[in-house]
């Protein structure tokens, strides 16, 4: 079955750690995108990959980073510099530009700090 | 900077009965994104709307866009409970898509 995958679903993070999300796909699309959503709120886009090793910054990148080693990979590391992680963690992926193409999103992973 | 706003962003509705969520986009754009999101569970895709007069039906639910206007709008037809959800309109913008805030669906029997 083609579809997106992340890992884990649940994650718990001390005071001062980083913490690494995975996200793959197998639907050999170009285009992944990390979103944040808070408690009652829309989807704020964090990083985003047109295509394999080059990544751009969304609107709110600070305190993450990613890579894009691979086509079917874009795992997102959630640094001790951002102060308030808490949060539902959506991985999407596209065929590319969403001006032509849909994007697709996995079951997401919800991330709390102890 | 393109701006996508939904309204209302809360709606309570009784079963039965018809309504109509509006989604507003502030740059030109010949598509719209419609999501759904259950509680704790991630975002579903409802309607993609290509072109200018595009209409989408699906059960209850038809979403029509008019890219002169600028709008979009998700009509709910005889409401049942099922349909509790957030639904989300997005608009690409560049290499993003831009999502509105959502409008937080509930259907009481």
Known sequence: DGGITQSPKYLFRKEGQNVTLSCEQ????DAMYWYRQDPGQGLRLIYYSQIVNDFQKGDIAEGYSVSREKKESFPLTVTSAQKNPTAFYLCASSAGTPSYNEQFFGPGTRLTVL | ELKVEQNPLFLSMQE??????????STTSDRLYWYRQDPGKSLESLFVLLSNGAVKQEGRL????DTKARL???HITAAVHDLSATYFCASPYGNKLVFGAGTILRVKS
């Open chain 2, 62 to 65: 038809m979403a029509s866009l």
């Open chain 2, 72 to 74: 979009s709008t998700l």
């Open chain 1, 26 to 29: 197998n639907l050999n699309h």
């Open chain 2, 16 to 25: 039965g009965k018809n309504y109509t969520i509006y989604c507003n986009y």
